[in-house]
């Protein structure tokens, strides 16, 4: 090989130098190494190039990268991220059906949820059969107001239910009316 530095061996990104392959025609001198890609491939690359890092593996990395690039958290058809859309719609957008009931009335959102992610940290995924329910119908969407729940639990707590003491207890009507 003379003055070529043998690389034979040597890794550069997902290559593996396999064996000198000559010099290449259109730059003279320019060694060429046949490598292996982890992923199988074989090509037969420009020694500067592999040396240099502008080239680190087949190509068979790019679509994963591109995809996990583009994903933000892979969630977007959850339950999950559709209850916090729908939160989100329902105190902030004006447009929204349900504005007049939440944002229209001061019912906002934290400003910690702007980010699904921490909605996500704080309130884990939505469980099967449970939706978004504020514990105090006047307070914000927050860790400390929120919880999921069923809608047996839910239609007990609006602001239109009537609440009755029994037995030391609070209670809805409609929980005073089971017990009796």
Request: glycine share 10%.
């Given at each position: ?22 010099t290449?025609?259109g ?56 209850s916090?859309?729908a939160?989100r ?12 009931l939440?944002?229209k ?15 996500v940290?704080?309130?884990g ?5 449970m939706?978004l ?14 919880r999921?729940a ?5 239609s ?14 609070q ?8 017990r009796?």
């Amino acid at each position: 090989m003379g003055r070529i530095k043998d690389i034979t061996g040597k890794r550069f990104g997902l290559w593996e130098v396999i064996e000198y392959s000559g010099t290449s025609k259109g730059l003279a001198g320019v060694a060429m190494w046949k490598c292996k890609c982890d992923c199988g491939e074989e090509k037969v690359i420009h020694g500067t190039a592999l040396r240099q890092g502008t080239t680190t593996s087949c190509g068979c990395v790019a679509p994963s990268l591109i995809s996990s690039a583009q994903t933000t958290h892979g969630m977007t058809k959850t339950r999950t991220y559709i209850s916090w859309k729908a939160m989100r719609n329902r105190c902030n957008c004006e447009t929204s059906p349900d504005y007049e009931l939440y944002g229209k009335r001061g019912i906002k959102v934290c400003a910690r949820w702007d980010s699904f992610e921490n909605f996500v940290a704080d309130m884990g995924e939505r469980p099967k059969g449970m939706t978004l329910d504020r514990i105090c119908n006047d307070g914000p969407y927050s860790k400390e107001n929120c919880r999921w729940a069923t809608s047996a639990v839910q239609s007990r707590n609006k602001r239109t239910s009537v609440f009755v003491e029994f037995d030391g207890k609070q209670m809805t009507l409609s929980e005073f009316g089971e017990r009796i």
